[in-house]
């Protein structure tokens, strides 16, 4: 029976320090592959701890593919050790003029489930306070004087904290820069690793991603997932030398990249020294159930591994403050080759944003949202359950992120039944249309993105009936 | 004589419109090249105005490059036609992996004569006011809803406002794109010109631009200046398509680009639809006697010009907006393919700006700016010029901008003179070290790059005193 001394722990919840300790376990080879872990009760009472508690350190082990749960049998240890690449090359897509980009315009629809912020929570006086604060407060010097090129110290200290509190990360302020955005971070990230840099992106993925490295005439591969996350045999085929990630809640997808396809991933990096991976942990604060999973970067080891953030998701689409964490032989490189670039943010605003998470207000806002979107999730599921759909629908990924995936059991291809919910007003993504090339729909189930954030809860039943009267033929 | 109806000119300044009427009857051919005009005393009598009138109008037609004074004999129509190209080719450089980049650390010395803006003198209140005024009076959907990829269209009206009162050029706000800085502008034109560019600079000219070049992986030219602007005959054989230039007031020789060499240019763009200008118009506020001198984006007929400003010179580095204008094929261009990039600048700061310049804040800031540097520059000439240094110096390009040149005999070179000035801290650039490649002093005068715009006027007696010190000696 595992045998665990709790009583070390601190103030990590129960659950969270007996999640950290298997995991631990696993990940040194003491748990090995396939071993059957003790049933949660027994290890509860071995333990002396509560069945929630046991629960709670399983299904997060679960979740980041440690263990596996067979029904009816039990939980068992992940093989962690990577898959050897079979697999035939996939070339980087040529380089090619920039094609017309559809810019989202916004459509004339009641209801809009493509996701954005729910501006109406934006913490508005707590962020006008802060930002009066900074301006009284301050030092003229301090913010109109000359300015450091990664950004104030104080808010990259304030970063550093956070990302040290909340996800795990001991990152030193001189790693962090902060950029206007994170588009304007990722043009940063190819001019700092220079020539010859080949990109990897998800697919599906987020469209916007491929048109920032080709306009930057950077080649492109595009590489498939599997239910582990990227498939790394194809990365390592495609020639790449840098893989853009969102590991922690795949976009559009979902997916959580499991255990031991982070380390198939940072064992293809560690194969040579130029290869650099960008985790970009766009909506980590937003995971409704269990804790959030721990970035790629806390197990890089070798430097590889560049962290990317903004404030875009907890605070509003219209606040442009991102930033980067580097490995530190880049930020060095960064303050050498970059460090003629200003920084892209006012210094008002970069102190007023660190007086806002100094202050709890951006904690206390984004465990507001969380509240909100879960209520607002379970709501719009709720309808849709007790709609006239419901006997055609399934649901996945719905435990993290502000989107989940509805599937709809249908006739009609992704793309039409996109066509017909916006005849009824109601803006929605298929999940096909992420697709970069050729992906046929598989069986009669159509899965569509539903990103609810910018739904008013008031909205949640008439938009369902919108759906039904799109969908309900076929 | 010259015969012109002077009744018609609305606001305009009468100088400045008899200077009008004069420069569009050279371009027009209607007074050919060489031809004298009249002399200034018996202009006046003939038109019925004042001296001074005339005499506005021909300082700045000779500012311009449109008129030539002879000494003793007066004032001729310089030839506005481009002359032909000889000369040797030049290759671009081929590029390069970025250099170490010697990023301005803040010297310990007593007096900074390297420029930077004013801090003191930013306009704190009313700029504080404006982003107050911009928080409480705007709507929050404004503020936090989602925002257009060129920048708030208010503030794009406000500038399109403000480039046609103060640099008589007529622009839509549809040209206008708003972005954090001029060198993120630069990028974004970098990556809408698209694979093929190459670009010339100005030798000397300002460093950090070929650092951006560079960094983008953009082949660059280096083209020598003369006493009229960029040699055309050597950026026509660098095989560039994109040059970038300051021609209101060149960094750092502080030359005005002749009229004759400004059509050069725009001739040789004209000669391709691949080739493009931009116009950095980086200090054109402050111009210290005469008017400004008109854009080059003015007399752009082909739409090749690109112009480009920042408020960094005006409000401080620390602020971190800057616009560019694009002729109107490359703004649908810029929509098309560059539209999925969200602005760079918060919606608050841009409102705020739109709100400072409505207000006549701006103006007067820069009215008041404008006044302070004049008398900053002439405190800080009468002390040179009654100091021990004083038989040995020249000076030049001191009427616009917020630098001059001082010359200054000795057998020195200027970068020892540089190095000795920084002993007795006082920190100072020598025109020399912003050549790029082998350039030799020539005669016996070094000159000096005198940014005066961050020293106190309590400062201006010691600081000579102190360059007494280090120039004393040969």
Chains 1, 2 share one sequence.
Request: glycine share 8%; net charge neutral; aromatic share 8%.
């Amino acid at each position: 029976m595992l045998t665990y001394d709790l009583s070390q722990r601190d103030d990590t919840p129960l659950y969270e320090y007996l999640y950290e300790l298997i995991a631990a376990d696993i990940r040194q080879g003491r748990l090995g592959a396939n071993k059957k872990l003790p049933s949660k009760r027994a290890l509860a009472k071995h333990l002396g701890v509560s069945l929630i508690t046991v629960e709670g350190a399983f299904s997060q082990l679960v979740a980041e593919g440690y263990v596996r749960a067979v029904e009816r049998k039990g939980y068992y240890v992940c093989d962690l050790t990577p898959a050897a690449a079979p697999v035939a090359a996939i070339a980087p897509a040529p380089v090619q003029a920039p094609e017309r980009v559809a810019v989202d315009k916004p459509l004339t629809c009641a209801f809009d489930l493509r996701g954005g912020s729910l501006s109406e929570a934006f913490p508005y006086d707590a962020w006008a306070r802060s930002l009066r604060e900074a301006l009284s407060q301050e030092s003229e010097a301090t913010l109109v004087g000359p300015q450091e090129p990664l950004g104030t110290l104080r808010l990259r200290r304030v970063l550093a904290n956070y990302l040290g509190e909340f996800r795990g990360m001991s990152v030193s302020p001189d790693q962090i820069v902060i950029g206007a955005g994170a588009q304007y971070l990722y043009n940063m990230i190819i001019q700092l690793l220079g020539a010859g840099v080949q990109v990897a992106i998800e697919n599906p993925g987020y469209p916007r991603l491929e048109h920032i490295y080709r306009v930057n005439r950077v080649p492109v591969a595009h590489i498939p997932m599997d239910d582990q996350g990227i498939r790394v045999d194809l990365l390592g085929a495609s020639g790449a030398n840098l893989v853009h990630l969102t590991p922690s809640h795949q976009f559009p997808t979902g997916l959580v990249t499991s255990a031991p396809r982070r380390y198939e991933l940072l064992s293809w990096a560690s194969q040579d020294g130029k290869r650099f991976i960008i985790e970009d942990d766009y909506d980590c604060e937003f995971r409704l159930a269990g804790k959030p999973i721990a970035p790629l970067q806390r197990l890089d080891a070798q430097g590889q591994v560049i962290y990317t953030n903004t404030f875009t998701k907890s605070l509003g689409s219209a606040f442009r403050i991102g930033y980067m964490v580097l490995p530190p032989a880049l930020a060095d490189r960064y303050e050498r080759e970059l460090g003629f670039y200003s920084c892209t943010v006012s210094a008002v605003d970069q102190l007023a944003l660190a007086r806002f998470i100094e202050s709890g207000a951006y904690e206390r806002h984004v465990n507001r949202m969380r509240t909100q979107y879960r209520a607002l999730r379970d709501q719009l599921m709720e309808a849709l359950r007790t709609s006239q759909l419901a006997p055609r629908l399934s649901f996945a990924a719905q435990d993290s992120g502000i989107h989940f995936l509805l599937g709809l059991r249908s006739f009609a291809s992704g793309e039409e039944l996109q066509r017909r919910a916006l005849e009824q007003g109601v803006a929605i993504s298929c999940l096909q249309s992420f697709y970069q090339g050729k992906h046929a729909e598989e069986g009669d189930v159509r899965w569509l993105v539903v990103g609810y954030s910018s739904l008013d809860p008031a909205q949640v039943g008439p938009c369902v009936r919108a759906l039904e009267a799109a969908w309900l033929e076929g």
